[in-house]
């Protein structure tokens, strides 16, 4: 059974490109198609977090860019793989996130839009995978079964009724 579900940050909640050269904490963020909408449907059933590579970004940073865009309140968890000092997909980044929430990996998914990082990680603990493909910013193949993600989706509207069925 799923008690936690996690999300990258760029591309999955909001969109890289509103970024752009800034920290974060300074750019005028743009969420991605439906997330309030799904966050809270979600909020009500599951622990959620995110686990995010970031440049220099920590917690507080990423909390104070959420805040800005009303996101900040849906999140139980926020790891940034500055303040663990690794990056997805290494282990360390992940455990870390599973931790805090008290959840095994085989009672978490991740939703994340990059094979190599937010799949590979996820799966090679035994967390359920999502990608989420609304973009065509990273082509990225799949090169082995560690690579295949449970749930391809389109939008985040998916995820609840994938989940209630997990």
Known sequence: MIK????DLGDTLVVEESVGNKHLWEAELQKVPYVDEVLTELKKRYKLGIITNTVISREEHVRIALRRVRMEHYFDVIVTSVD???EKPDEKIFLTALKKLNVKASEAAMVGNRI???????????????LYKWNNRYEEEITS??????????????????????
């Open 4 to 7: 936690a579900v996690f999300f």
């Open 84 to 86: 663990v000092g690794f």
């Open 116 to 130: 190599s990082r937010d799949i590979f990680g996820a799966n090679k603990l035994g967390m359920k995978s999502f």
């Open 145 to 166: 079964p560690l690579e295949k993600p449970d749930y391809t989706i389109s939008s985040l509207k998916e995820i609840p009724s994938i989940l209630s069925k997990i």
